[in-house]
């Protein structure tokens, strides 16, 4: 019979982190909504009041 029990573990290789990972920090999502809040309250203030 063929032993399947892992004795020694493999290395695991770490994957590269992507854009997901760099969108799931919260300080970069802050600031991506702050300059999202800047340009639409800019657009809304354009098209509505001048």
Same mark, same amino acid.
């Given at each position: /019979? &063929?032993?399947?029990?892992? *004795? !020694?573990?493999?290395?695991?290789? !770490? !994957? ?7 969108? *799931?920090?919260?300080?970069? /999502? #802050?600031?991506?909504? &702050? #300059?999202?809040? @800047? #340009? @639409?309250?800019?657009? @809304?203030?354009?098209? @509505?009041?001048?």
């Amino acid at each position: /019979m &063929v032993d399947t029990t892992q *004795s !020694e573990a493999a290395p695991q290789k !770490e !994957e590269p982190r992507g854009c997901l990972f760099a969108l *799931s920090q919260p300080p970069l /999502m #802050i600031f991506l909504a &702050v #300059i999202g809040c @800047l #340009i @639409l309250t800019a657009a @809304l203030h354009d098209l @509505l009041l001048l």
